[in-house]
């Protein structure tokens, strides 16, 4: 999968900015702030619909304008030629004083995708850029983050769960507000009660289908990251990644022992629930543990080490994705070519030979040095593949093609 051309209009700083992409490594290079990395954002937008820095679509706007539009042409491994759009408009005030709602538009090929789950799985994308320490460094729902966005690109029907949990979710929880308000302890007899019940099991049979795809996925996750760190570390360092859910769910257990489980452990302490107003077990609780040599990674960890577990993470992710689409994602890296020293720069280069990659810099001629030098395939240090560069230089919200010699 590669990317042809991007299209960004009132996108960031960029008002209306045309880019040609090369089909192998696209160096985009200038001084900082002057919107390299928002051309990596908008591509990974197109994959996952979100943005790697904000979850807010305003903050995307180009100042005094109401609306962004991204749109890329790909070409798959198979050949067939794809166009993707993505549109945010801005709410705003219509006739008697009503505010219009914003709206985010999505074409493919021409065609409206009506739900961001029928987004996902159509391009793909991965991102590995400096916030990524924030998987080691932050708590449990950056990590939650990172493995949902994985499953999702591949299986869209995760993205749906995820969704529907989150609706689910919040209706439990409002029931729970709505009953600890009344200040009396119901009955499990009471129509209130037996309305949280039947909220209870339908979010512990949604529940059981995203943990079931979480333990799978983690388990893939740990079997690449630890090769990959085997490979950083020369085998000094050993890492191990455990998805952390509700005690007493056994790894290999089935989607409906799972949910059952779930359902007693939320029945057990309902009252505790009704208490707090909010849903102590599931899906939106659980963590992707990190250990490296059977400790905890944060705490004991340093800087390098945890730049080293974060790209055999990322590679996880790229493997993965190779793996169930069947071809490379378009590989996204903000600079971070400069953080890594030769061992870790020789480790991602050699993982991702067929990748059509983004990359973005202060100095082209250094960070084409830096990926020349790490540039070995495999395990055989002599073998060598020559990649093709295209470079464009960033300036102020202007991307201009360059030619220039290696």
């Known amino acids: ?53 904000t979850s807010k679509d305003q903050e995307l706007i180009k100042h005094n304008s109401d609306f962004y539009q991204i749109t890329i042409s790909y070409t798959n491994d198979n050949g067939s030629a794809d166009t993707l ?30 739900k961001i789950s029928d987004l996902m799985g159509l391009f793909h994308a991965v991102i590995f850029a400096p916030e990524d320490l924030m998987l080691v460094k932050e708590g449990p729902s950056t990590r939650r983050r990172y493995l949902d966005l994985l499953i999702s690109q591949i299986r869209p029907s995760y993205f749906r769960d995820l969704q529907q949990y989150s609706k689910m979710l919040q209706q439990r929880n409002k029931l729970l ?6 200040n009396v302890k119901l009955s499990q007899n009471d129509q209130l009660m037996i309305q949280l019940d039947i909220w209870t099991r339908t979010l512990a049979d949604t529940a059981a ?3 079931i795809q979480r333990i799978k996925y983690a388990d893939r996750i740990t079997k690449i990251a630890s090769s990959a760190l085997d490979q950083i570390s020369s085998g000094k360092e050993k890492l191990s990644v455990k998805y952390k859910s509700t005690s007493g769910i056994d790894p290999n257990s089935s989607k409906d022992d799972i949910s059952e489980l779930l359902y007693k452990k939320l029945k057990t302490i309902v009252y505790d629930d009704i208490y707090r107003g909010s849903t102590s077990y599931g899906p939106h609780r659980d963590d992707l543990e990190l250990f490296l040599n059977q400790e905890p990674l944060k705490p004991y ?20 994705i190779q793996e169930d689409i069947g071809e490379y994602p378009v590989l996204l890296l903000d600079d ?3 953080e890594l020293d030769e061992n870790r720069r020789s480790c991602l280069l050699a993982n991702i030979s067929s990748a059509q990659v983004f ?12 990926m020349e030098a790490a540039c070995y395939l495999g395990e ?27």
């Open 359 to 370: 990359v973005t810099c202060t100095e082209a001629n250094h960070v084409v040095s830096e």
């Open 85 to 114: 759009s993505i549109q945010y408009l801005e709410g705003k005030s219509g006739d008697y004083g009503n505010r219009q709602k914003p709206i985010r538009l999505i074409h493919h090929n021409g065609m409206k995708v009506d």
């Open 177 to 182: 507000k709505s009953i600890r308000d009344k």
């Open 380 to 406: 055989d240090s002599h073998s060598y593949k020559i990649r093709e560069y295209s470079f464009f230089e960033v300036d102020s919200g202007s991307v201009r093609p360059v030619e220039q010699s290696k």
């Open 209 to 211: 289908s995203i943990i």
């Open 336 to 338: 971070v070519m400069s």
């Open 301 to 320: 960890s340093s800087q390098g080490q945890q730049r080293s577990v974060v790209l055999s993470l990322k590679l996880a992710e790229l493997k993965i």
């Open 1 to 53: 999968m590669f990317i042809n051309d991007i299209k960004l209009e009132q996108f960031r700083n960029y008002e209306d900015q045309y880019i040609a992409a090369g089909p192998d490594i696209n160096v985009f290079y200038g001084d900082n702030a002057q919107g390299k990395t928002n051309i990596l954002e908008a591509v990974y937008l197109c994959a996952c619909a979100r943005s790697h820095r």
